[in-house]
């Protein structure tokens, strides 16, 4: 079974700064990309970062300028690096993977909160 890990979420002030990890493990032919998104409650899930295994990443504009998602070489993790940080970016952030072939899989979700 492919599965996706997070850590990094936690309380952080406004202006705060977090980083988000993802690790994909088990057995994994590839992974095409990788991207966070994020859920506040009573909302739909919305694309937050986006990278490619060839390296092209985007980003939304709500966070361009404060996040960065990047990437291990081997491929097989992913970060968000959450600078910045405003009220409104807080919600339950999940890992998402594309294996291809229409699969793809999920993290468990870790919760971002940030404080005024």
């Known amino acids: 079974q492919v599965q996706l890990v997070e850590s990094g979420g936690g309380l952080v002030q406004l202006g705060g700064s977090l980083r988000l990890s993802c690790a994909a493990s088990?057995?994994?032919?590839?992974?095409?990309?990788m991207g966070w998104y994020r859920q506040p409650p009573g909302t739909q899930r919305e694309l937050v970062a986006s990278?490619?295994?060839?390296?092209?990443?985007h980003v939304v504009d709500s966070v361009r300028g404060r996040f960065t998602i990047s990437r291990n070489g081997a491929k097989n993790m992913v970060y968000l690096q959450m600078n910045s940080l405003k009220p409104e970016d807080t919600a339950v952030y999940y890992c998402?993977?594309?294996?291809?072939?229409?699969?793809?899989?999920w993290g468990q979700g870790t919760q971002v909160t940030v404080s005024s």
């Open positions: 990278i490619t295994d060839a390296g092209f990443a």
């Open positions: 998402n993977a594309d294996l291809g072939g229409n699969r793809s899989i």
């Open positions: 088990g057995m994994i032919f590839r992974i095409y990309s």
